[in-house]
């Protein structure tokens, strides 16, 4: 399996309040990404990563912010989170930005 | 702007039938396809791959899928399934760019394999 570690696993939220989640890799990958998996609509693409400090958004990127200031770690955070963005979210990595290689998710729940 | 289209959502099958998940992409470019399966409370798992080259492609499972450009699609297929293949699968497609590529995936909705005995 690809080196990635994603925290936390599972988080319950509320409303309004601030949420970060982590993805960490160990394979040294140039691009990362967030994805958000809903029933009914696949994954979506949230944001991307092609470098160090260098990001974009993708398909859905309201609601959400990223940072990555090492190779290894992507952050992905809710500014203010809200019950729409319960949804579980898988971060990927590539090497050359061909196959991805998906962690194991983070299940978020805001109530 | 590019889409995925999987045509079923679900697909009931006996174990050692035959299956084929049905997967269709919109672009106006060459692409990338990819077929990952997702089992129950996992991630996913790259499957299989189209980048170039032969338009028939394999996995290690037994599962393998055909690239048709003028059909635009990429259909999966296994000739004999077993209960181990339940899971969802979900076919994906990106545009390349050269040394540009940024692997930015479009998802189809996903279609949940149920291999009965």
């Known amino acids: 399996d690809a080196g990635i570690t994603q925290s936390p696993r599972h988080k319950v939220t509320e409303t309004g309040t601030p949420v970060t989640l982590r993805c960490h890799q160990t394979?040294?990958?140039?691009?990362m990404y967030w994805y958000r998996q809903d029933p009914g609509h696949g994954l979506r693409l949230i944001h991307y990563?092609?470098?160090?400090?260098?990001?974009d958004k993708g398909e859905v990127s309201d609601g959400y912010s990223v940072s990555r200031s090492k190779t290894e770690d992507f952050l992905l955070t809710l500014e203010s989170a809200t019950s729409s963005q319960t949804s579980v979210y898988f971060c990927?990595?590539?090497?050359?930005?061909?196959?991805?290689?998906f962690g194991q998710g983070t299940r978020l729940t805001v109530v | 702007a590019q889409s995925v289209t999987q045509l079923d959502s679900q697909v009931p099958v006996f174990e050692e039938a035959p299956v084929e998940l049905r997967c269709n992409y919109s672009?106006?470019?060459?692409?990338?396809l990819f077929w990952y399966v997702q089992y129950p409370n996992q991630g996913l798992q790259l499957l299989l791959k189209y980048l170039s080259g032969s338009t028939l492609v394999e996995s290690i499972n037994g599962f393998e899928a055909e690239f048709n450009k003028s059909q635009t699609s990429f259909h999966l297929r296994k000739p004999s399934v077993h209960i181990s293949d339940t899971a969802e699968y979900f076919c994906a497609v990106s545009q390349p760019h050269g040394s540009s590529n940024t692997g930015k995936l479009i998802f189809g909705q996903g279609t949940t394999l149920q291999v009965k005995p």
């Open positions: 990927a990595i590539s090497e050359r930005g061909t196959e991805a290689f």
């Open positions: 672009s106006s470019v060459s692409v990338y």
């Open positions: 990563s092609y470098g160090v400090k260098d990001t």
């Open positions: 394979e040294n990958h140039r691009y």
